[in-house]
């Protein structure tokens, strides 16, 4: 690709012209384990339907009311508590993005535990707030006093708490995050509790809501379709007490959501046993990779809560192009944070999948 002209260069930030694309892997030909979908298509019957349903859309209209349907199911779905309300997003990864616009207020500034999610600190750059990055420990749990002193410290606009985390897919401590939720509310910032991987969890943080709204007036739920099972479709959702949402909702695209995006979110809601058996095969699967990891004395793998695995290898460089050689796909993670070194991340696949998987993993170590 030829550089971009002078002249236009001075039109496009500097800071986003010494960033790199987020880069999307060649998967063509390969066991795809990288990205966290969820390996189970529809079934045939349910694909017909669905197609006859998608056939019949007004696709020459903008999206109509029927947005409302979808989040109505949603909430439902998630068992919304009373007083809350729920809003859409083209994918959380929009969410994350509106989240940062409209919190865009004099000196606000983000915080998230490091290594996390990549759109955290991405949101924060866009729109030009402060990140702050507070360090896991070395086993990847929440370092509750550098937490405290951070937030004390920056008195952050937005904290965000993957539960579970990516990549290091564990759940934290409940009693570490009540504090660290209790601890932005006295500081006047918002807590964005992101479980993307609600299927795969053992834990919802909407139970402790739930059980105690007083203490969650300041936190908002994000969750997705994508790890569920739609990653294609491209739907996110949030949740948080009525008036707080409706102030973030303002900055939404007014047509955000398809039509194509929330009928498939519709029909995938119906037929939500489907996706649930699925999940289970999923995490039956997931034990079944870390059982048999645990008797390799060379790899260390953490205990998971979502559809992927953290293990450190010897090398993390070879193992992940042995793997692809094998044309098996993962995550090379080991660059992304200095506690990551010589880490992949797998995300669990189907049974046959996992077997290829595992024997390439073992072959490139
Ligand atoms: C995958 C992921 C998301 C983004 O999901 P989309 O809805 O596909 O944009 C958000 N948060 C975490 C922690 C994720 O791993």
Avoid at 12 to 35: N, P
Avoid at 129 to 141: K, M, N, Q, R, S
Avoid at 313 to 336: C, H, I, Q, T, Y
Wanted: proline fraction near 6%; glycine fraction near 6%; hydrophobic fraction near 50%.
């Amino acid at each position: 690709m030829t550089a971009l002209d002078s002249k236009l260069q001075r039109l496009i930030r500097q800071d986003i012209q010494g960033m790199h694309a987020y880069a999307i892997q060649d998967s063509v030909g390969m066991v795809k384990l990288d990205a966290m979908e969820n390996p189970y298509g529809l079934p045939p019957a349910l694909q017909a339907e669905l197609g006859q349903r998608l056939g019949k859309l007004a696709l020459n209209r903008y999206p109509d009311g029927r947005v409302n349907d979808l989040r109505a199911a949603l909430a439902r779905y998630a068992d919304m508590p009373a007083g809350y309300d729920l809003m859409l997003g083209n994918g959380s990864d929009e969410l994350i993005s509106l989240l940062a616009l409209a919190c865009d207020v004099p000196g606000a500034s983000i915080l998230a535990p490091v290594p996390g999610f990549v759109m955290y600190a991405m949101s924060a750059q866009l729109q030009g707030l402060a990140f702050h990055g507070v360090p896991l420990t070395a086993d990847f749990e929440l370092d509750e006093a550098a937490m405290l002193a951070a937030i004390r410290q920056h008195k952050p606009t937005l904290t965000y708490i993957a539960y579970p985390n990516n990549p290091t897919a564990n759940l934290w401590d409940e009693a570490v995050i009540a504090r660290i939720i209790a601890a932005v509310g006295e500081q006047g910032g918002l807590v964005v509790m992101d479980e993307a991987y609600q299927p795969f969890s053992s834990r919802s943080w909407l139970d402790k809501i739930r059980a105690n709204p007083a203490a969650h007036g300041h936190v908002l739920l994000m969750r997705t379709l994508s790890k569920f099972g739609l990653a294609g479709v491209r739907l996110g959702y949030m949740i948080g007490p009525q008036a707080l949402v409706a102030e973030i909702d303002k900055v939404r695209p007014p047509y955000n959501i398809s039509v194509l995006n929330y009928e498939c979110a519709l029909f995938a809601l119906e037929h939500a046993d489907v996706f649930a058996a699925q999940a289970l095969e999923i995490k039956a699967q997931r034990a079944m990779i870390l059982e048999a990891l645990s008797a390799w004395p060379q790899v260390r793998a953490w205990n998971s809560d979502a559809n992927m695995i953290l293990v450190r290898v010897p090398d993390a460089a070879k193992a992940f192009e042995g793997m692809k050689a094998r044309k098996v796909l993962v995550k090379n993670v080991s660059k992304l944070h200095p506690s990551l070194a010589n880490c992949l991340r797998l995300t669990v696949g189907t049974p046959d999948e996992n077997r290829l998987m595992l024997a390439a993993l073992k072959e490139s170590l």
